[in-house]
């Protein structure tokens, strides 16, 4: 008797199949899935054969990848996109970009900017994001609203915001977004203190506690300038690492962001702990911070990640170029061309990331049992051609304007390179109306 074929919500039919753990291409496979996980992944004629699926996509010339995962964002900060570029970090944060949130920033502002980041993250092929901003619950909304997966932080100051007046606040309000949110099956949230320099020991020790209570990474910048650790040693005695080790914030659940000045001791400290590191290489390089030591780092087992940082100081939130240039970047630093191929720069954009936020089980490879957070690239332009390795091309050769489709947990949210039902015509006249507005306070 012939066996009846499995009916599936969707079958997806690439030319190759980068799955990323384990480490292969395949060529002529096909990827199942069924109530949003992915439930097989086989030749395509055995797949044929074996399922039925409501909806078939043949992509003839494209690589399916994992979702990407951007370790590190400031999503709503999109608003502020090219409104103060070629300035070094601490003169674009304290002349210009506190001024305009302390003027601009509120929940409105931060539904319709992060709409806006989750618009363009989609369509290049992000599907999950890090965010460290105000207004967590206003974020969480707009990302649901897309469909996105998200880890929205708690942020924390010590000094006042139009969002909250102390940590104490911060810690409250964010506490409280947390716990409306927390059934929701794409939206969680990580410890955010911003930086060694505008925390207190007794606010971190406060957050060592909470990630311990909460089971929460815990996501920070750390070492993204000379001057920063400048001044740690100058305060506190040791570097910022050295400090965040001794407060006890250093462990597996510590996010690491830029680390671009580290010490060999500093790296030691952060390989020691298990800890990650969201590398951000077009940020430090158009902030001027420098280059992390991201090949050392890899030789020490630190689990690295790529994040896109803002689009106020990148401006693109765009991972297929993180991926392009941390490769780059890697090979002209240490004069090893050998370092950071193609395979591990795709590794960075998925599957680490989702393991420094707690989500390694879930997504970042296309293994049957995840979700099914999946991505179809197209090699079929003249500048993709010829193609004698996918991988190689998908990080040297493609581009974000090569995403065609973008799976999240099954659901189609970007089909033929157009998101799927965002509302556009709404978010566009929100952006005309917030572009006005911070150019008049800008030219006053």
């Known amino acids: 008797m012939k066996d009846t074929p499995e009916t599936i919500d969707l ?14 291409v395949l060529e002529n496979h096909a990827v199942a899935v069924h109530a949003g996980r992915i439930v097989a992944l086989l030749p395509d ?24 995962v951007n370790l590190h964002t400031h999503a709503a900060m999109s608003l502020m996109r090219g409104l103060a570029d070629d300035l070094p970090l601490m003169e674009w944060l304290q002349k210009h970009i506190w001024p305009a949130e302390a003027a601009h920033v509120s929940p409105q502002y931060v539904y319709d900017g992060t709409r806006l980041a989750c618009a363009e993250m989609l369509l290049g092929g992000t599907t999950c994001f890090n965010d460290m901003y105000f207004f967590p619950d206003a974020a969480a909304t707009a990302a649901a609203e897309l469909g996105m997966r998200a880890r929205l932080g708690i942020t924390m100051l010590e000094f006042p915001t139009p969002y909250a007046s102390d940590a104490d606040d911060y810690i409250k309000k964010g506490l409280a977004a947390h716990e409306q949110w927390r059934t929701h099956p794409l939206i969680g949230f990580c410890l955010a203190p911003h930086a060694p320099y505008t925390v207190s020991d007794a606010t971190f020790g406060r957050i060592v506690t909470l990630a311990e209570q909460l089971n929460m990474p815990i996501h920070c910048h750390i070492h993204e300038t000379r001057h920063e650790i400048e001044e740690s040693h100058r305060l506190h005695g ?34 020691a702990a298990g800890a990650s590191v969201a590398h951000c290489p077009t940020s430090n390089l158009k902030l001027a911070s420098g280059i992390a030591p991201v090949a050392r780092m890899r030789q020490l087992g630190i689990n690295v990640g790529l994040g896109t940082d803002g689009a106020a100081s990148n401006n693109r939130l765009d991972m297929f170029g993180e991926m392009r240039l941390a490769a780059l970047l890697a090979k002209g630093s240490t004069g090893d061309a050998s370092v950071l191929p193609a395979r591990e720069a795709l590794r960075m954009a998925t599957l680490n990331g989702a393991q420094a936020l707690g989500l390694g089980d879930e997504i970042g490879s296309i293994t049957p049992g995840k979700a099914a957070d999946l991505v179809a690239v197209s090699l079929k332009g003249l500048n993709t051609k010829p193609c004698y390795d996918p991988l190689s091309h998908l990080v040297h050769a493609a581009g974000r304007e090569c995403v065609t489709h973008v799976w999240i947990t099954g ?14 015509n709404d978010l566009e006249s929100s952006l005309a109306l917030w572009q006005n507005r911070l150019e008049v306070r800008r030219e006053s």
């Open 11 to 24: 079958l997806i039919e690439p030319s190759w199949v980068a799955a990323v753990d384990p480490d292969v």
């Open 411 to 424: 659901k189609c949210c970007v089909d033929h390179k157009s998101i799927v039902g965002n509302g556009q």
């Open 238 to 271: 040791v570097s910022s690492l050295a400090r965040l080790k001794r407060l006890g914030l250093l462990g597996p659940g510590f996010i690491g962001v830029h680390a671009v000045h580290l010490a060999e001791d500093d790296i030691q400290l952060m390989a």
């Open 45 to 68: 004629g055995e797949a044929r054969k074996r399922f039925n699926p409501e909806k078939r996509v043949v992509l003839e010339e494209h690589i399916l990848i994992p979702g990407l």
